[in-house]
């Protein structure tokens, strides 16, 4: 099965936190064969950053290159998934999260995620 990393854990890879991330969250991405980052997420990324939100080590053009050399796949957003209506509804009104949950549930994935409105969804890898 494979799993889409959420953006903290997608962060947490690209700057070298994994190991700080909760034990069930670690195994969760790691007992999966294939694992995804959304474009949402870099979306997601490139605006906390401009608005200085969020600080990488990075520059943001390379985050695309980061995806391919930590042997992930990139998953591109598509009318399916902005259009999809989440059932269960998630415990969160933030439309990354959501379009995250959406793709998840069109691509027959499972969620890696340390966002507490979204670890109890049936979605989420967290639980499996």
């Known amino acids: 099965m494979s799993v889409l990393l959420d953006t903290h854990i997608f962060l947490a890879l690209i700057e070298d936190r994994f190991i700080d991330l909760p034990e069930r969250v670690r195994h969760a991405v790691q007992r999966h064969d294939k694992h995804y980052i959304s474009v949402a997420s870099l979306w997601e990324i490139a605006i906390k950053q401009r608005l200085g939100k969020l600080h990488l080590s990075v520059p943001l053009e ?45 691509e027959g994935f499972q969620l890696a995620t340390i966002d507490r409105a979204l670890v109890d969804h049936r979605l989420s890898a967290t639980l499996s």
Do not use: N
């Not at 985050?63 to 259009?83: A, F, M, N, Q, W």
């Open 62 to 106: 390379m985050l695309p290159k980061l995806v391919t050399l930590l042997g992930l796949s990139l998953l591109l957003i598509d009318e399916r998934h902005v259009l999809h209506d989440l059932e269960p509804k998630p415990a969160t009104r933030d439309p990354f999260d959501r379009l995250l949950l959406a793709q998840c549930a069109i």
